[in-house]
């Protein structure tokens, strides 16, 4: 009848399953052949589905919260278990929506908070439930849920919903808005977790190029690289010199200027090329100003037609293949003209258009 009810001793190892199983996802073999994009797309699906499960029962420690957390980010970044290597977006960076400039995988903590939130609408908009009627009967004993608060003779997991409740109220200063805003979660007639979740996760500012990485026009592994090159986290020589690493600042593009975001994606010669034959072919002007260029294609944005939609893939696919020849000249020694080049982003482009 309802929940178990988990006491203390018993939670010291209950999250165990939950971490092996999230560890054997994302140290399988053949999750290291995806690129940063599908990495992505695992941790917001399987991986937080196992998340999910769990949440929706129990109440996270802070401490599962950050080994959860740990797991995911060195998977995304490729980091094996006691090596390191030089991350240039946080995670917490990295983890905003979308529309905030990340990838939009939830916060571990606040959707566990949002999921518990479920029982105490219950209480609020189910009385009638079993669960409900077992509360008031047992725990409550007619007074008011609002008024609950921990205590040593409660179960673990009833103190784990009084201790959301009185976080719910902390943050909005009062029980009746508190109250207001576990019933505004209701659609339906059912508990919109997600709707809580927004209302208590942290804020951020909306960044304006989100609709242009992240249109659906654009291939992911494009969105994601774009992303990191729009807010300058890719590890290019002037960024890596900043970590202390001993390298020349050289653009192995032109071998004749230091490496910065600017320099390699638009004032390179060899970029600048690229752009040149790709904006012709999008019928869209070209400017060596990384501003000016993020605006131009800002034009193409509430375009719903397959040519609006092409000219933000090819804008993506650009970026990611000069950046893609960038580090096939580092790592492989490898080398290709400019019309290759466009051929395979023009290739790319006709792709995702039809």
Request: hydrophobic share 45%; proline share 3%.
């Amino acid at each position: 009848m309802g929940l178990p009810l988990f006491n203390a001793r018993l939670a010291n190892d209950m999250y165990q399953p939950l971490l092996d199983k999230i560890k054997a996802k994302v140290t399988h073999w053949t999750n290291h052949c995806l690129r940063y994009a599908g990495k992505a797309t695992l941790i917001n699906s399987v991986i937080f589905g196992l998340n999910n499960f769990w949440g929706a029962s129990v109440l996270l420690r802070k401490g599962v919260v950050k080994k959860i957390t740990k797991l995911c980010k060195d998977f995304v970044w490729g980091i094996e278990e006691g090596s390191r290597r030089h991350v240039f977006m946080g995670w917490k960076s990295l983890s905003k929506p979308r529309q905030a400039g990340g990838i939009g995988i939830k916060e571990v903590l606040s959707w566990n908070g949002a999921q518990m939130v479920h029982w105490l609408w219950k209480l609020v908009n189910r009385p009638e439930s079993i669960w409900a009627k077992w509360v008031h009967h047992y725990i409550l004993k007619g007074t008011d849920f609002c008024l609950a608060s921990t205590s040593v003779s409660h179960s673990w997991y009833w103190n784990n919903v009084v201790k959301v409740k009185d976080f719910l109220v902390t943050r909005e200063g009062s029980q009746s808005l508190a109250t207001k805003w576990i019933l505004d979660c209701t659609k339906h007639g059912k508990f919109k977790a997600g709707m809580m979740y927004e209302l208590i996760r942290d804020s951020y500012d909306l960044v304006h190029w989100a609709p242009l990485v992240f249109d659906k026009a654009v291939v992911p592994k494009h969105s994601f690289m774009g992303m990191m090159a729009l807010q300058n986290s890719l590890p290019t020589i002037d960024n890596l010199t900043l970590r202390g690493l001993p390298l020349v600042n050289r653009c192995l593009l032109c071998c004749s200027q230091g490496e910065d975001l600017e320099h390699l994606f638009f004032s390179c010669p060899f970029s600048s090329l690229v752009w040149h034959k790709i904006s012709s072919w999008l019928q869209v002007p070209y400017s060596a100003d990384l501003a000016q260029v993020v605006n131009w294609f800002q034009a193409f944005l509430k375009g719903k037609d397959h040519i609006s939609c092409g000219k933000r893939a090819g804008f993506l696919a650009t970026l990611y293949y000069i950046w893609n020849e960038r580090n096939a000249r580092v790592f492989k020694g490898t080398m290709s003209s400019s019309e290759a080049i466009c051929i395979k982003i023009k290739f790319v482009t006709r792709c995702r258009m039809y």
